[in-house]
């Protein structure tokens, strides 16, 4: 499974766009960047998934760039119920897709 | 539409009793999944379930721990002779398929006393 690599904190002001970097150079062709967060003590949310072209929904954008080692989320208005780790994840290669792991992610602390 | 749905809660039990943990997927959701959060850490993958099949147990330890997924009822992760090493938050996801984006119960915490 390809390695991903975050900043372990960020902080951003209520009412901005928070821009969650997330690095994944050793990525393969058919790996899927998928966005997930867990706000303190709650199971892990699904927010977002890509595999080349930029996406997005209600929650969030997701830029990916042309060589795809890298990814950015995008919470453009940021609220303090956002406040939770963020996590980037390179899903398994090979038919084990299913099989997430989770890294240490990032603490985004959205402040008033 | 109810989400994925875990009980309990909360569950306490001592050394040597058996921890039983159910997990009710999303409806229309066949595929679920088990991942265990030990304190401080991140969620680790334990198995893979399709109804009355394990696809995959890769992450489960070798000895007291099972899981089943019948053809009527839950998904239940099944732990016997707990220890104190197994006090963590069990989360439970769920899915349309294999290559679908998973959803996550509240998660049972479990402490071993």
């Known amino acids: 499974d390809a390695k991903t690599t975050q900043p372990p904190s960020m902080d951003c002001a209520e009412g901005r766009a928070a821009n969650l970097p997330c690095n994944h150079s050793t990525i393969s062709g058919n790996e899927y960047v998928y966005w997930y967060r867990q706000i303190h003590s709650q199971g892990p949310q699904y927010i977002i998934h890509?595999?080349?072209n930029n996406e997005t929904n209600e929650m969030a954008s997701l830029i990916i760039t042309e060589d795809r080692k890298s990814s950015t989320l995008i919470l453009p208005h940021a609220t303090l119920r956002d406040t939770a780790v963020y996590y980037c994840i390179v899903t398994g290669s090979g038919g084990s897709n299913y099989k997430l792991t989770f890294g240490k992610g990032t603490l985004l602390t959205v402040n008033p | 539409n109810a989400g994925v749905m875990q009980n309990p809660r909360h569950l306490v039990r001592r050394r040597g009793q058996e921890a039983r943990l159910r997990c009710s997927p999303m409806?229309?959701?066949?595929?679920v999944y088990w991942y265990r959060q030990l304190p401080e850490e991140g969620l680790k993958f334990m198995v893979y379930?399709?109804?009355?099949?394990?696809?995959?147990e890769s992450g489960m330890p070798k000895e007291r721990f099972s899981a089943e997924f019948p053809k009527e009822g839950p998904s239940i992760l099944r732990i016997q002779q707990v220890v104190r090493g197994d006090s963590a938050a069990y989360f439970c996801?769920?899915?349309?398929?294999?290559?679908?984006?998973?959803?996550f119960g509240p998660g049972t915490r479990l402490t071993v006393t």
């Open positions: 379930l399709q109804k009355e099949n394990i696809i995959d």
């Open positions: 409806k229309g959701h066949s595929h």
């Open positions: 890509g595999l080349k």
């Open positions: 996801a769920s899915s349309q398929g294999s290559v679908y984006e998973q959803y």
